[in-house]
């Protein structure tokens, strides 16, 4: 079964626990089934593009391989079941993700599990292997440096339902018995045709580039309230 490609009006939200920060921000993402990824009219294509270089890593290889093959080092074989990706595409060939989700399915159609890959803004990315339980929850220890203002340690509790009509997601994270920090994006899906995509892009032309100058416009506000700056080690993909 291939899914349409989607597209999905988000509100994202961030709020820190210590000391109280909260933001909210529109923009929109699109859901992709990795075994059929959009094809756009000529014209629109700068403005929408799914490259393996931007997720999970190797430029020679479609996003799919790229999965397949670092899911096979964590022991798991999809056996071709299917996969739907819900990301920002590159605009004008540049493109931001902090976070990437996939979701992933057995031949027959039962879930797997779902990758999240996470990048920070010094080029660095991460993956995490989730086993949803019943209710789409799943929970993973903090391995990977995002933040210079939050440490490397802790425990994300998430929920991950499989975006259908609505995406309604949930990530937060637990540290030292407090909850530090609670992000959520909830949309509304449309579909993905060049008439919707034209009204984003005027709505919210340039959003990549909107999202990495909008994350170091926090980062500077956490840096004037004196939020304690944490040093980084230099990680590796994973």
């Avoid at 999965?67 to 920002?88: E, F, Y």
């Avoid at 992933?104 to 010094?122: I, L, M, S, W």
């Avoid at 909107?210 to 004037?224: E, N, Q, T």
């Amino acid at each position: 079964m291939v899914t349409d490609p989607a597209l999905y009006d988000v509100e994202v939200t961030h709020a820190r626990r210590k000391p109280r920060y909260r933001f909210m921000h529109r923009m929109y993402l699109w859901l992709v089934d990795l075994d059929a990824l959009p094809v756009l009219p000529w014209w629109l294509r700068p403005f929408a593009r799914f490259r393996g270089r931007d997720h999970l890593g190797d430029a020679d290889r479609s996003i799919r391989e790229n999965l397949d093959a670092w899911l096979a080092t964590q022991g798991v074989d999809l056996q071709g079941g299917r996969v739907l990706m819900l990301t920002q595409a590159a605009v004008l060939g540049y493109v931001f993700n902090p976070l990437t989700l996939f979701w992933c399915h057995r031949p027959d159609g039962t879930p797997d599990c779902v990758v999240a890959e996470v990048h920070n803004t010094y080029r660095g990315r991460h993956r995490y292997l989730l086993r949803p339980d019943a209710d789409s929850r799943a929970a993973a220890d903090k391995e990977f440096y995002v933040s210079p203002f939050l440490p490397v340690h802790g425990r994300y509790r998430m929920r991950l339902p499989t975006p259908g009509d609505r995406l309604d997601v949930t990530i937060a994270l637990h540290q030292e018995g407090l909850t530090s920090l609670v992000a959520t994006m909830r949309g509304r899906r449309r579909p993905a045709t060049a008439g919707v995509l034209v009204r984003r892009l005027l709505a919210r032309p340039l959003m990549p580039q909107r999202v990495s100058l909008l994350i170091r416009h926090h980062g500077i506000a956490l840096w004037w309230r004196r939020v304690p700056i944490i040093p980084r080690v230099q990680e590796g993909s994973r």
